[in-house]
């Protein structure tokens, strides 16, 4: 079975603190998605990644970094933590081309700060 | 720019009738991706469709239809004799085809619950 796994399902971590968001797929996928979901906002991109070492930013990227050292892990990174970053964070993966438009998803991080 | 719009946010309805959730998009493209996915509880999105905007055929697949009409930028989707297990949240998505552009947007979503 295919799987994209985020480390953690639930995080509370402290106004400040530097926040690590891991997310690793099993499916040698080039591209890997960070997203948030927020009660009436739906999913907004934060961040994503079309091969290793490689970013993009998405449409809400400020306030978050990425790192893609290796090609199946994908690292969500809040420098300074804020309140309005709690929220629910979505990691993704698809392969390369038309044929692969699916995009896998994990099961989610649900993040407090507090 | 491109947008999604689900206007219903939340529905409910008795198991075994039958429910459309309404998906309108904007893009100025002609050339365009459509999708829809569902989240259940557990909140792991999982893929249901991919439909391209030159196909505007209807897809059935089991309980689910799909009606994707270009004239009213609509991509509805149906679930016909609804059962508890199709209580969830439910997406719709659009991509631009430009190339190197990966950017899906989503919609806020709409959340079924199906009462047994």
């Known amino acids: 079975d295919v799987k994209v796994t985020q480390s953690s399902r639930y995080l509370v971590k402290r106004t400040g603190e530097k ?10 996928h080039e591209n890997m998605f960070w997203y948030r979901q927020d009660p009436g906002l739906g ?4 961040y994503f990644s079309y091969d290793v070492k490689m970013k993009e930013k998405g449409d809400i990227p400020e306030g978050y970094s990425v790192s893609r050292e290796k090609k199946e892990r994908f690292s969500l990174i809040l420098e300074s933590a804020s309140t309005n970053q709690t929220s629910m964070y979505l990691c993704a993966s698809r392969g390369q081309g038309i044929q692969n438009e699916k995009l896998f998803f994990g099961s989610g991080t649900q993040l407090s700060v507090l | 720019a491109q947008k999604v719009t689900q206007a219903q946010t939340e529905i409910s309805v008795v198991e075994k009738e039958d429910v459309t959730l309404d998906c309108v998009y904007e ?7 459509l999708f829809w996915y569902k989240q259940p509880p557990s909140g792991e999105l999982v893929f249901l469709i991919r439909r391209n ?7 059935i697949s089991g309980r689910y239809s799909w009606n994707f009409q270009k004239s ?3 991509f509805n989707f149906t679930i016909t004799a609804s059962q508890v297990v199709d209580s969830a949240v439910y997406f719709c998505a659009l991509r631009i085809s430009n190339f190197g ?5 989503f919609g806020t979503g709409t959340r079924l619950t199906i009462i047994p």
């Open chain 1, 19 to 28: 926040v690590f968001l891991e997310c690793v797929q099993d499916m040698d």
């Open chain 1, 43 to 46: 999913l907004r991109l934060i």
């Open chain 2, 27 to 33: 893009t100025r493209d002609t050339t365009y991706y």
């Open chain 2, 53 to 59: 905007s030159f196909d505007e055929q209807n897809e």
């Open chain 2, 72 to 74: 009213t930028s609509s």
């Open chain 2, 101 to 105: 552009n990966e950017k899906l947007t």
